[in-house]
């Protein structure tokens, strides 16, 4: 029995469609069809109904995927074990970003794993919060950073620290901002969001809080390029409190003093995947890096 058949039932009895199954398997629908096809014609059973709605398993499919996924755990546990046995790690992980570098402390994490697994290649895929987290959950991304809430059986989440939101404004506009109440700054040109980034729903609330809409002048989900409209003068925006330390620094914008909710910032990772000791080398690094192993009340913020 081909252990990627297996593979393949597995992941169109998750998904519930041949097409999702194939993007998460990286292959092509017409090669999931042919999987399934030999594996039921192997088993001799009926493993799948084809539904308006996709893919829905039969009696004996349902019976037989909790064995698949045991055999699936402990092909992996076997190559990870294997992976244990060497003297030096070998291999890659792909790490989604949803921030800049420096705050994401990637070049001291880099430093630290060339340091210590000299053979282990880490790729930084840029990104967001939004498209990390499904990459991650189909094994795209070996792992990602990704801030706000956030919950899913199959991926584990570690909390990472909490990041201050502030208001802030273009230098230029401090004339029109006499009195900071959110109704009165509402009509002042905004660079909002989109819902794909973490801050969108810190701003829908803060509008919705006080029963006003914001005048849109663009949506961005760029830090970078948020930071770029704030300092040409185009409109308020909310930014890490520490950008806007540097912003003020810099001289081109000041904090409007409106109380904003922190969001958190969080490393995912597939549960199925814990015991990897390529992925294990790099959680013990974040672990480091971030503090993760002293109380969460003493944990470092961004303010």
């Not at 189909?138 to 620290?161: N, T, W």
């Not at 989109?194 to 006003?212: E, I, K, N, T, W």
């Amino acid at each position: 029995m081909d252990l990627y058949h297996l593979k393949t039932f597995a992941a169109v009895a998750e998904e519930g469609h041949l097409t999702r199954a194939a993007d998460r398997l990286y292959t092509s629908q017409p090669a999931i069809s042919a999987h399934i096809k030999a594996l039921e014609e192997e088993l001799g059973v009926s493993l799948f109904k084809r539904t308006p709605k996709g893919m829905q398993l039969t009696a004996e499919g349902e019976q037989l995927l909790p064995k698949a996924l045991l055999a699936l755990q402990a092909a992996g546990e076997f190559v990870e074990h294997a992976k244990g046995l060497r003297d030096e790690l070998v291999g890659g992980l792909s790490i989604g970003l949803n921030s800049d570098a420096e705050f994401l402390r990637l070049p001291k994490l880099l430093e630290q794993m060339q340091q210590k697994h000299p053979k282990l290649e880490l790729q930084f895929m840029g990104g967001q919060t939004s498209t990390n987290i499904p990459a991650t959950r189909v094994g795209k991304l070996d792992a990602a950073f990704i801030s706000g809430e956030f919950s899913d059986p199959r991926l584990e989440v570690l909390f990472l620290q909490d990041i201050s939101l502030k208001v802030a404004a273009p230098i230029g506009m401090r004339d029109q901002i006499s009195d900071p109440k959110v109704e009165l700054i509402a009509d002042l040109p905004w660079i909002y969001t989109s819902p794909d980034c973490a801050y969108f729903g810190v701003m829908r609330d803060l509008f919705d809080q006080h029963c006003c809409q914001p005048a849109k002048t663009v949506v961005s989900d760029s830090e970078e390029a948020l930071r770029t409209m704030i300092k040409a003068g185009i409109g308020l925006g909310i930014m890490r409190g520490d950008e806007l330390r540097q912003a003020e620094k810099e001289g081109f914008a000041f904090e409007v003093p409106i109380e904003l909710p922190k969001v958190s910032l969080q490393f995912i990772y597939q549960k199925q995947r814990q015991n990897d000791p390529v992925l294990k080398a790099l959680l013990n690094e974040i672990a480091e890096l971030w503090g993760l192993a002293e109380d969460q009340e003493d944990s470092q913020q961004v303010v």
